[in-house]
């Protein structure tokens, strides 16, 4: 089973001051952090895409998502870990995987 990843700190550009993982948005100025979200997660949320795709049996479609995975979040260790068992598993994929935080608010 996968273990799970801590939350990413992700700061307005404007105001530096945390975002608020809820809304997305800057608790000082309102902006729209969003799209800094999106970026600072991409890493995750591929991982968890092939926490998916290995639940659908498609085991080449979650080495692709993890590779991407770790080119977005290099210090992934569950994506390491992930990707090295199933190169030992022969891409069939481990009998059971879990769920990390595909979100800021999870």
């Known amino acids: ?11 307005c550009p404007l105001c530096k001051v945390a975002a608020d993982r809820q809304s997305l948005c800057c608790p000082s100025c309102r902006e729209d952090l969003s799209a800094l979200f999106r970026l600072r997660y991409a890493g995750r949320i591929d991982y968890n895409r092939a926490l998916d795709a290995l639940r ?13 995975a770790l080119a ?30 595909d979100t800021p608010s999870e």
């Open 1 to 11: 089973m996968s273990r799970a990843v801590a939350d990413l700190d992700v700061r």
């Open 56 to 68: 659908a049996g498609d085991a080449a479609a979650a080495v692709v998502l993890l590779r991407g």
């Open 72 to 101: 977005a979040e290099p210090d992934l260790g569950p994506a390491h870990e992930l990707l090295e068992s199933l190169s030992v598993a022969g891409a069939a994929g481990p009998a059971s995987v879990g769920r990390e935080g």
